[in-house]
């Protein structure tokens, strides 16, 4: 016997009130128990509805739906973290690397238009750290419906800490060594592969934005 919207919502109240808020995972576990739920129906029209749903909950598994999120959870993120090494590394191989190429390049340019080379590297610092507020306004502002598109502290803390660490380099070092054009090379490379790397993230995410768009176009993102 085949679910009525009016049972599907039932169900998805019911796993949201449970706590799973992502709509993807909850989508899933709806999913499972419509088709358990049909079979029942179909042996018995008359059972308790409500009651079994509470039924299949206690036999999902020995820690209910805390389990599979977590599990869920560690594969979306692992997925992603993978997908962006892997569309950061196209940036070393053509036709990209013209691209981190041309970064470079430019990023040197600016800098022979600051006498003061340390200034130019804190500049750049607080360009990080802007990027870094936005990173989480945006993160305040989205509801994250969905796990896939989730951006969780892990990755923040790679942003938060890629920045520290540009931060540190710089203050780390002396009022000789920004004459050094060596030194200047080295920290500006550093840059670009951060720049490189916040690029590949937003990439990814984007691209997993997309997706969800066409798995669920009646959902607002």
Known sequence: MELTKEQHLQIDNY??????KFYDVRTEIVDHFA???EQKLNKNPDLNFKKEIENIHRNFSDRGFSRLLKEKTKSVQKRFFKQSLKNFITF???PKIIIAAALFYCLQLLMQLFDDKELYFYVLTGIGFLYLIAFLIKRKEKKNKFLAL????ALFHIIHNMIILFNTLTIFRNKESFTNPLYNNIQLTIYVMLILLLWSVNTVYNQNKKTVRTLYPLVTL
């Not at 796993?15 to 799973?20: L, M, N, P, R």
């Open 92 to 94: 070393f191989k053509v």
């Open 150 to 153: 989730n951006l969780n502290n």
């Open 35 to 37: 088709n358990i739920l």
């Open 15 to 20: 796993i949201f009130a449970c706590g799973i």
